[in-house]
């Protein structure tokens, strides 16, 4: 998320079970965590619109990985 959404998110938190505080996440954004190579997914949609995103990728994953025990490359 952008990091003013990560601020307000935490600042406004009351009572929360989370750690995170505000100390807490301008350490994490002044960290170089590298590249992401993970799939990006935008959760501003309807849950229907994201899980749909969500299992066809899953899905796509585990066809590549059966294709490549099969073939070996």
Not at 26 to 45: C, F, H, V
Not at 54 to 59: D, R
Request: hydrophobic share 35%; no cysteine.
């Amino acid at each position: 998320a952008d990091p003013s959404v990560l601020w307000r998110r935490v600042s406004e938190r009351k009572g929360s079970p989370s750690d995170a505080t505000i100390d807490i996440l301008s350490r994490q954004l002044q960290r170089d965590a590298g590249p992401m190579s993970w799939r990006k997914i935008e959760a501003n949609r309807k849950v229907t619109e994201i899980t749909a995103e969500m299992v066809a990728s899953v899905e796509g994953a585990v066809s590549s990985a059966a294709g490549f025990r099969k073939t070996g490359s």
